[in-house]
């Protein structure tokens, strides 16, 4: 299946919350219980050097609380301060309390040893979309908050949430896009609603759930689906005779020779089975696979077929040494990136002499300086009509126009491609 990748929305998010994250002290991570690994961002690490952290597993009330438990006490054994929360709880906000003040301890400590006593905690929440961030500040503020903002300096623009003395809390949260190239990362996030699942292939979705929950949870799927439907009927007597004689009908259509459900992948079979049971049926009783695989998939969004986690812990270790393969591998990037730049100013520079030299040439020392002002980093519109208003005669004129021109156009192409 291929999952798409959307590296333009990663990039703006990330420079929005590179710009946001030097206004705090502490960041507040956000991820999916059920996928407390699919759900974290590579980036993460390098974005929060130097600031405290907390890691919230939000929507635990969806999760698998045994797997909940060995998740947090993972990250812990990294040192890193986790904690389960159901974000929609006012209560979420207390728990997290503490353990913000826990992880601005060193922050606080600094400020005391500088004489700076009292100073609240500046925090921001961050996480993939959907995982609950608006949620989390809204229990998290409650109603004994307060916002400030459009302070001079540090916070122009930007509102803080006060919480009695000691915590502000950034309102606006830091977007941060799951990496998804990794395909089984990509359906776990459709599972959960973390991506839209438009862009991808509902049965094959589904079947991958069905495969994982018979590994993982079986008979969840049975009980949900097929059984518990059977005890319905029995209860409704009077429309199960209807009923059972529709559901015999399509359950004979799905496999009427028994060889034919042997042929076809086990997940595959079952949600057909699923389809008949829940008369999910097309024109001549055929069980429809499309609308089983919304449903199911539907289902496991909302927590109706249980609590389950999508992420096992025993993996936790295999990822995070994706993680970091991918961390180094983008750091090498950045640092290549940073090296074409530097040489491509250093061009732009030797080129500013060059042109300063060819100026100071042609137009004598006047002329010559404007040129070589103009020629350097911040040539462009301004740059062009310095070079023509300083030339001062006929001939300056004329080429210190026509050079501002060209360089202008230059500037605008770069910053330009620098924005893309
Ligand atoms: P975001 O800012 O990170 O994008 O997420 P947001 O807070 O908007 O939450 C996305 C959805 O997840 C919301 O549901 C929200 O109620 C739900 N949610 C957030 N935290 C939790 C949690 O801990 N447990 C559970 N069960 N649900 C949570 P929605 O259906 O989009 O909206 P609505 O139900 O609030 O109307």
Not at 51 to 57: E, S
Not at 352 to 364: I, L
Request: aromatic share 4%; hydrophobic share 35%; glycine share 12%.
């Amino acid at each position: 299946m291929d999952v798409q990748w959307y590296p333009g929305h990663m990039t703006k998010a990330r420079r929005m919350m590179e710009e946001n994250i030097r206004l705090v002290d502490l960041v507040i991570e956000l991820v999916d219980a059920r996928i407390p690994l699919s759900s974290r961002n590579p980036d993460i690490d390098a974005l929060c050097t130097g600031k405290g952290r907390v890691v919230l597993l939000c929507k635990a009330d969806l999760a698998d609380p045994a797997k909940t438990e060995e998740f947090t006490e993972y990250f812990r054994g990294r040192g890193i301060l986790a904690v389960a929360v159901d974000a929609r709880e006012r209560k979420a906000g207390e728990v997290v309390r503490r353990y913000i003040q826990e992880a601005g301890r060193e922050k606080i400590a600094r400020d005391r040893a500088r004489g700076i006593v009292g100073r609240p905690l500046r925090a921001m929440v961050a996480g993939i979309p959907n995982v609950g961030k608006s949620t989390f500040i809204n229990s998290f503020a409650g109603r004994a908050s307060t916002k400030t903002g459009n302070k001079p300096g540090v916070t122009r623009g930007k509102q803080w949430i006060r919480l009695g003395g000691d915590v502000e809390l950034l309102d606006t949260p830091g977007i941060l896009w799951p990496k998804f190239d990794n395909q089984v990362i990509g359906m776990r996030l459709a599972l959960v609603g973390a991506i839209r699942d438009e862009v991808l292939d509902k049965q094959e979705l589904a079947v991958w759930l069905i495969d994982y929950l018979e590994q993982e949870y079986p008979g969840v799927l049975q009980q949900k689906y097929l059984q518990e439907k059977a005890a319905q009927e029995e209860l409704q007597e009077g429309e199960a005779a209807d009923s059972s004689d529709q559901e015999e009908d399509a359950e004979g259509t799905v496999f009427s020779d028994p060889e034919e459900e042997a042929m076809l992948p086990p997940g595959y079979a079952l949600l057909l089975k699923i389809a008949a049971a829940r008369r999910l049926l097309m024109k001549g009783g055929e069980p429809d696979a499309d609308r089983a695989a919304s449903m199911l998939i539907d289902d496991c969004k909302n927590g109706r077929i249980g609590r389950i986690s999508l992420d096992r812990p025993q993996d936790a270790l295999k990822m995070e040494e994706e993680r970091q393969a991918y961390t180094s591998a983008r750091e090498s990037e950045t640092e290549k990136e940073a090296g074409k730049k530097k040489a491509a100013a250093d061009r732009r520079k030797k080129s500013g002499e060059a042109y300063s030299d060819h100026s100071r040439k042609n137009t004598g020392n006047t002329a010559g300086k404007t040129g070589g002002r103009t020629g350097g980093k911040t040539i462009g519109r301004t740059g062009g009509k310095t070079t023509g208003r300083n030339s001062g005669n006929a001939f300056g004129k004329s080429s210190g126009k026509s050079a501002g021109r060209g360089r202008g156009t230059k500037g605008r192409n770069d910053a330009g491609s620098r924005r893309r």
